[in-house]
């Protein structure tokens, strides 16, 4: 982390504990933490737009180190529509052989729990649901750019979902938790930037739930959030049945600026579901690993090399050209990435069709997304090798301008 | 925009007897003795949330940690009509709340006590009289005295309505 942002302490107790696991799964890359006891089923906490796995480190701390619960908090994968994200999702519980699972989400991580929960209504057994909302329309029309968010640089993107967080004098906590999210934003890639604005305009609404609404409950923050409070209502609205756990602040990250409320009411949530915490089985370093790396430091590394490369040169950014740090230790990436190679050899012939083809392909399956992927970096390649001429004919043109009116 | 903003009041009841939802005990588990139910209450052409907090007697509250009582807008104090000793218990209930919750005008902090269970027995098992609860909430700063009783449902509006209206009291324009 280069910023003047210093992590907090428990935070870096949490990193000490807490080893980060990141798996290959099909084309997408999991980056998530799973700690708690294995025999109970699991919550899964989704960020937002602007968050990462880490943004939950102190319900990690809280429900799975102490109280006894097994918690899962996951990174957005890069994919490009709800369909997507629904398959996606449902491999990762797979992989991690996970069958049913507690939901909680916040913003956007929220709006995914739902659209997971409408698709697949028998692994879910409950929504905590946090500032969040049914539909993307207000998002697509307030975001005309939303066609070419995957051509848009990443400082562009950066500072797009940045300028979503408040600005503005907040009480010390609040402070804290924008910090903290920031520090994350600047951690993510430009793919995984752009996958998680395109989410947020790709046109789709939840559609009614088979989960009973005595399984739900809405955590909002009632100071303010980003999401407009019309969309909450709106939310609020379609689950009448479901128990409101208002907190009177927090902001838009309660789970960073409210720890204990949020902690408390996850808990009473879990109870009034059914779902018994195991407080002799918290462990205090496990020993296990899903297919994680071998270590945090690793893990660190690898996201600090991944940031360098994102920073130097953006074209090169794309899943082909960088084989995934962890695939060595996972048994089952090599077959996929394999398949994937093929994928993009193929796509490579056909890339004079795709690019006719590039409006409508975010929307397609998983060939034609890596096939997007590859696409974009040819894009990319182009602009900025062209832009050096652009430049230079700008140059020569005021230049000339000038000389011009020097004449006159 | 902020027009349509929820007023949202976290209310807190402590006392030996738990008030709001006695079924809440046999569900409590070790971990958390507490729970909360919500309640809209409409006054003056604005709906209120109300966020009741109950700890149905079961726990020293000191135990359920800072969330249990952050931003709390106003502590109602239970007694049960028929324990002496649930009365007795009253003042220190009313200090432990002050020194855990330190709101910041603790003088003026809105308390309301609730007599409960007014009902049984048709009044006769009755050990704390009306005037033994109005003298001690006079002296405590004029708190206002309700007789109630949950399972009728008597007064029980009233209570809250004043709760709200207490606690609006408390912190008047306030951005919630």
């Known amino acids: ?408 | 925009m902020a027009s349509r903003r929820r007023m949202l009041l976290k209310v807190i009841i402590l006392g030996d007897s738990g008030y709001v939802n006695r079924k809440f005990s046999n569900q409590y588990k070790a971990t958390i003795g507490a729970d909360f139910l919500t309640k809209e209450v409409q006054f003056d052409d604005r709906l209120f949330t109300l966020q009741i907090w109950d700890t149905a007697g079961q726990e020293r509250f000191q135990s359920l940690g800072v969330a249990f009582y952050r931003g709390a807008d106003c502590c109602v104090l239970v007694h049960d009509v028929n324990v002496m000793k649930s009365f007795d218990n009253l003042n220190n209930w009313r200090e432990e709340f002050l020194i855990q919750a330190s709101p910041s005008d603790p003088e003026n902090f809105p308390f309301v006590v609730l007599g409960n269970k007014v009902d049984v027995d048709g009044g006769n098992s009755r050990v704390v009289s009306e005037k033994k609860a109005k003298a001690w909430c006079a002296s405590k700063g004029n708190i206002p005295y309700f007789e109630t009783s949950a399972k009728e449902g008597f007064n029980v509006d009233a209570a809250f309505e004043c709760i709200a209206r207490n606690a609006l009291k408390n912190e008047p324009e306030e951005e919630m």
């Open chain 1, 1 to 408: 982390m280069k910023s003047v942002f210093s992590a907090p302490g428990d935070y870096i107790y949490f990193k000490s504990q807490v080893p980060l696991h990141r798996i290959p799964i099909g084309t997408k890359q999991w980056r998530y933490y799973d700690f708690g006891p294995k025999v109970v089923t699991p919550l899964i906490c989704l960020p937002g737009t602007a968050g990462t796995a880490d943004v939950y480190y102190k319900q990690i701390m809280c429900l799975s180190m102490k109280v006894g619960y097994r918690v899962i908090s996951v990174d957005i994968p890069c994919v490009w529509n709800h369909q997507e994200w629904i398959q996606s999702f449902e491999k990762f519980l797979d992989a991690i052989d996970v069958h049913h699972i507690h939901l909680y989400g916040t913003s956007l991580g929220g709006f995914l729990a739902q659209l997971f929960a409408q698709h697949r209504p028998r692994r879910v057994k409950s929504l905590i649901l946090s500032n969040t909302f049914l539909e993307t329309r207000s998002f697509a029309a307030a975001m005309p750019w939303a066609p070419f968010v995957s051509w848009t640089p990443s400082f562009l993107l950066k500072r797009y979902v940045l300028t979503g967080i408040r600005d503005g004098p907040h009480e010390p906590f609040i402070a804290d938790s924008v910090d903290f999210v920031v520090s994350q934003v600047e951690t993510l890639s430009r793919d995984e930037l752009a996958s998680r604005l395109t989410l947020t305009v790709d046109s789709a609404s939840v559609k009614p739930l088979l989960l009973s609404e005595s399984f739900i409950t809405i955590m909002d923050t009632n100071d303010y959030s980003a999401i407009p409070q019309q969309l909450k209502d709106q939310l609020s609205e379609r689950y009448p049945g479901a128990r409101r756990a208002y907190l009177k602040t927090g902001g838009d990250f309660p789970f960073l600026s409210r720890p204990d409320e949020v902690n408390l009411h996850l808990q009473l949530h879990l109870r009034r579901v059914g779902l018994e915490a195991q407080p002799e089985l918290v462990q205090s370093i496990p020993k296990d690993g899903t297919g994680g790396g071998p270590s945090k430091e690793n893990d660190k590394e690898d996201r600090d090399d991944e940031q360098k490369d994102n920073g130097g040169n953006p074209e090169s950014n794309s899943e082909e050209s960088q084989p995934s740090p962890s695939a060595p230790e996972s048994s089952e990436s090599h077959g996929l990435d394999e398949q994937l190679l093929s994928n993009a050899e193929i796509h490579f012939i056909d890339q004079k069709d795709s690019i006719i083809l590039k409006p409508s392909a975010m929307s397609m399956n998983q060939h034609s997304a890596a096939a997007g992927i590859l696409l974009r970096s040819t894009w990319e390649f182009f602009i900025f090798s062209l832009l050096p001429l652009y430049v230079d004919s700008l140059y020569i043109y005021s230049n000339n301008a000038w000389k011009l009116r020097q004449l006159v």
